[in-house]
């Protein structure tokens, strides 16, 4: 599967923000956009130029792609689906989003980044409704049931894994057992459950141009 090796660090001072890429570290001093708050390259420190409307809608969408942890195509087809659902075409497109089985990984503190949620989903290590899922795409619904493979609870990624989750904020639509290290998936995520650093409306009329 094709993959954005662009540094992240970079990504972030591109956007203007921090999108979360590197987990921890962007919660520390150690965080680019604390040490370096203005974009990348020999100019960078100059300041962001003045962006047209079309700049604009192009920013939020970049943003909204790399926080994600899509390339164009997936961004894009994923886009299409939802303007296919009917009804408000941002919400269905970022309800989508969110219920990637990679995202919902994060989203349940399983994984401190999605691009760790993603590598952990390519590896095997969970299960859906008990039945093994290694496609970071595959879309959850309601009364799903997610769990770590018995034979990988071992795993060093996973051994101290109750005690952080004490410290995660979990959404409201993902109902986790931090003892069983499981979750079930309540209901749909809405647009008030998301919190999200981009306007899903200007991502909208940017494909719609």
């Known amino acids: 599967m094709a993959r954005n ?5 970079k990504q972030c001072r ?17 965080c680019a956009m604390v040490k370096r708050n203005y974009p990348p390259g020999i100019h960078g420190s100059k300041g962001r130029p003045r962006m047209t409307d079309y700049g604009q809608q192009l920013n939020e969408k970049q943003k909204a792609k790399k926080e994600y942890n899509l390339l164009e195509k997936q961004f894009r087809l994923t886009f299409e ?25 994060h989203r349940m503190g ?4 999605r691009t760790q949620a993603r590598q952990f989903v390519n590896h095997g290590h969970f299960i859906v409704n008990d039945i093994a899922t290694d496609i970071p795409s595959f879309i959850v619904k309601t009364g799903d049931v ?12 996973f051994s101290n894994l ?5 410290k995660k904020e979990i959404p409201g639509w993902i109902n986790l057992d931090a003892k069983k290290l499981e979750a079930k998936i309540l209901h749909n995520p ?11 409306q200007m ?4 494909y719609s141009r």
Do not use: H, W
């Open 5 to 9: 090796l662009a540094p992240k660090c």
């Open 162 to 166: 109750s005690d952080k989750l004490k």
């Open 14 to 30: 591109r956007a203007g923000e921090k999108l979360f890429l590197k987990g921890e570290r962007c919660q520390s001093t150690k």
């Open 146 to 157: 997610i769990k770590i493979k018995s034979n990988k609870k071992d795993n060093k990624n």
């Open 110 to 113: 399983f994984a401190s980044s």
């Open 203 to 206: 991502i909208v009329e940017y």
């Open 190 to 200: 809405t647009i008030k459950d998301i919190k999200t650093s981009f306007n899903v």
């Open 81 to 105: 689906k939802a303007k296919k659902q009917g009804g408000n075409t941002g919400e269905n497109f970022i309800m989508l989003l969110e219920r990637r089985l990679d995202n919902v990984i």
